[in-house]
């Protein structure tokens, strides 16, 4: 193939050479070293790196600034063309130049000319699809932008911890490989991690380590038990897929990987990363290929020493710039760095079109392409507990993605997207993620917000009457209804007669009265309450059962319950009739000797009681074994560190006793040695056919409760915090997976984070 094309900068013609390199090479998974079809000329255009961006770019950017105020954006001005690019890193002018895997993307994605497959399922991009990888706009957010970070190595952002987390999910980083590797079938120790490797060597060639090991995985899975080109089963090692091309008829890669590392004698791992990361920075990252994205597009000509371009390309694949970007967002999420101090390179093109490039599966007629950041809201309430569904489709029947949930107004509190798709005919619009998902929304939820400063707060109620201890909720409604932020707090002019919550919650406390001011956060606002507290009279005083059992020398906690919940004065006087049986310290009950005794609970106001019976029983200290891998709360009973779906069978051999073992439900009802345990069954000790133990069980994230954690669970969670349902006791604790002293977002993302397999709920 021969480029005869003149090509036009700046209304300048350059003079083409009459001798063209073409040389191409296929890949392996992600690729190679590719050599595409190029072109050189006798002037290439210089690249200029500048702070001000296109006007195009610039919402993406300021959204970002502000989200990581530490992160640099720098605009790279390559000077080419739009038109000129996309023709060369397109089938126009090589089919191999951009491929596109068959197994992720759809019929839109795929060159639909005569395309056969390159390598595997890689086949032949669509000019639409190249034009959307291409786009830099696309990938301006959280998610994708490090496709853009630039590569050289930092002692303030890489550390062994950032990239133990990038392996952690693959072979290289599991704890029983991540210092081993397998020579000839054999397998051998290293005296550092693979981690450990890569942060040594990306240091020694200043290379950013997060990049290494991002393409190493990205590469091989990191998988060095089955990976060909990296087990160590041929005594060599291959790291890059650095040679691995497949031959013209689609085979051989895997064999000229290793014969590409036996050449060069790479006999250790060792010695094939540090070849691959020398690949990477000295036929790459020094003539200004120094990202992600232009180690696939090589369009940057920094430095002017640039002999070719649309040439030196790492990679075939237009997908893994934002595949390996990904990969490295999660590292620095997972590490706590992702407000690290990063610089990322964004390359602009001249001509460019006015808005991003869309998806090839937004060629819908039913909707207008569009390139708009928008927010969602209900305008019809005052936007606390909005919820809106996100689908698959434009129709209530396609799947649902998620359900968007906002328990507070103003631009702070509000999801946003790109809206790439505009309803013509139909309610609905085509938003994306910033994470790069799409799906739909019901069009009447979509807003171009502009938002404003608070001009005043009103609250639903002016006064309030409680009884000691009662509660009530008044709601406050900024204005206007754009209004820059909907903040508020709320303060009590006295707690010690009624206290309040950032909620709005007011409990009532002691007899009196109080104000209760609300205040937005933008502009100083205020709105006030008042409200006044009366007292509420002891009507009797129960307790849970009319029998205790406790062992001798061990305490047990008896709490009756002062009625009704808002009574005044719940303070109550105990009376033991024999104590020498039974003696009260610090509101508990101490077994002394052995026999049984009445404990007696009066209440201060109204004169109450209620009796119950307090047997002391004597065990042996083998009596009753736990093994060390549960853990009992001695305050509540609990019995923790249980995994989801264990069986009765498993729970019993953990439980070394000589006397009665009983295994309930929630609702006490008899398990079976193969049902499951869950959240609230109850294990019983009895001794005498008294129960002297008692212990609840608690899985984390088991909410329901049926010993698993499913889509029931984070539904429940959602509910309660959307106070649509109310978890108490055990269940309560369940709920509060990430253990800080609520129930919020936090615990529902991370239970659905369980499902999805993308982290673990610690037991």
């Known amino acids: 193939m021969i480029y005869k094309k ?27 070293l590719n050599f595409s079809t190029a072109i050189i000329y006798d002037n290439l255009p210089v690249s200029e790196l500048k702070d001000e961006f296109p006007d195009s770019y610039k919402p993406y950017i300021e959204s970002l600034k502000k989200a990581h105020p530490s992160w640099v954006f720098k605009a790279v001005y390559t000077n080419l063309d739009w038109n000129l690019v996309l023709e060369h890193e ?29 390598d595997g399922p890689y086949y032949t991009a669509s000019k639409s699809a190249v034009a959307y990888m291409l786009d830099p706009r696309n990938f301006l957010n959280a998610n994708y932008i490090f496709q853009f970070e630039t590569l050289s190595f930092s002692d303030d952002v890489h550390s062994v911890e950032s990239v133990d ?42 290379i950013s380590p997060t990049h290494v090991a991002s393409r190493i995985r990205q590469e091989n899975s990191g998988d060095i038990v089955n990976g060909s080109l990296i087990n160590g089963d041929e005594g060599v090692y291959n790291f890059f897929n650095i040679g691995a091309s497949a031959n013209p008829d689609g085979t051989g890669a895997v064999t000229n990987g290793l014969n590409t590392a036996r050449n060069n004698n790479w006999t250790t791992p060792e010695l094939a990363i540090e070849a691959g990361i020398k690949t990477l920075v000295q036929k790459y990252i020094q003539y200004g290929q120094d990202t992600i994205y232009f180690q696939k597009f090589d369009v940057n000509n920094p430095y002017g020493n640039a002999s070719w371009l649309f040439h030196s390309q790492y990679m075939q694949n237009i997908a893994a710039p934002s595949n390996e970007s990904l990969i490295m967002y999660r590292g620095y999420v997972n590490n706590n760095m992702l407000d690290s101090n990063f610089e990322f390179h964004i390359p602009v093109y001249n001509n460019m079109p006015n808005i991003a490039s869309p998806s090839p599966d937004s060629n819908d007629g039913r909707f207008e392409p569009d390139n708009t950041r928008v927010y969602l809201d209900d305008p019809s309430d005052s936007g606390v507990n909005d919820i809106f569904p996100i689908r698959t489709s434009p129709s209530t029947s396609g799947s649902l993605i998620e359900e968007v949930i906002e328990t507070k107004d103003g631009q702070e509190n509000r999801r946003e997207f790109t809206r790439i798709g505009k309803g013509i005919s139909i309610p609905w619009t085509k938003l994306r993620y910033p994470d790069g998902r799409e799906g739909y929304v019901l069009s009447k939820w979509v807003y171009e917000y502009k938002y404003a400063d608070v001009t005043g707060v009103e609250l639903d109620k002016q006064t309030v009457k409680l009884k000691v201890g009662e509660s009530t909720t008044i709601t406050a409604t900024v204005s206007p209804v754009n209004a820059i932020s909907k903040e508020v707090s709320y303060t009590s002019s006295n707690q010690e007669i009624a206290t309040v919550d950032n909620n709005g919650k007011i409990t009532a406390k002691g007899i009196g009265k109080t104000d209760i001011t609300v205040t937005t956060k933008n502009n100083s606002k205020t709105a006030k309450c008042s409200v006044e507290v009366i007292s509420t009279n002891v009507e009797k005083i129960t307790t849970d059962k009319s029998e205790y059992t406790v062992i001798l020398g061990e305490y047990i906690t008896i709490t009756p319950k002062v009625l009704p919940e808002t009574a005044t004065n719940k303070k109550y006087n105990v009376t033991i009739q024999d104590k ?7 509101r508990k009950f101490y077994g002394k000797s052995e026999g049984n005794t009445f404990v007696t609970f009066t209440t201060e106001e109204g004169n109450k009681s209620v009796k119950v019976q307090v047997n002391v029983i004597k065990i042996n200290d083998d009596d009753i074994l736990i093994d060390e891998s549960l853990k009992i709360d001695s305050s509540t009973n609990y019995m923790t560190k249980i995994q989801p779906e264990t069986k009765v069978e498993t729970l019993k051999e953990k439980i070394k006793t000589k006397l009665e073992v009983k295994f309930l439900s929630s609702e006490n009802k008899q398990l079976s040695n193969t049902d ?67 129930i919020s977002s936090k615990d529902y993302m991370i239970i659905k984070n369980h499902i999805m397999n993308l982290g673990k709920i610690e037991q």
């Open 165 to 206: 987390k990038i392996l952690s999910s693959t072979p290289m980083g599991s704890s029983e490989y991540k210092n081993k590797y397998k020579y000839y079938g054999e397998w051998k120790t290293m005296g550092e991690t693979y981690a450990e490797m890569i942060v040594r060597l990306s240091k020694k060639y200043n």
């Open 676 to 742: 499951f345990i869950t959240t609230g069954s109850k294990i019983q000790i009895i001794k005498s056919g008294k129960v002297i133990k008692e212990y609840t069980v608690l899985i984390y994230g088991d909410v329901n409760p049926d010993g698993k954690i499913t889509s029931k669970d984070y539904m429940m969670v959602k509910n309660h915090i959307m106070n649509a349902g109310t978890l108490k006791g055990v269940y309560n604790a369940s709920a509060n997976v990430n253990r800080d002293e609520t």
């Open 580 to 586: 020498s049986i039974l003696e009260q310290k610090d």
């Open 90 to 118: 397109s089938y126009d002018v090589d089919p191999a130049i951009s491929l596109i895997n068959i197994n992720d993307y759809g019929d839109n994605w795929l060159y639909q000319g005569d395309n056969k497959a390159h």
């Open 6 to 32: 003149r090509v036009g900068y700046n209304n300048k013609k350059l003079k083409c050479k009459k001798i063209f390199v073409i040389l191409t090479i296929f890949m392996c998974f992600l690729s190679s």
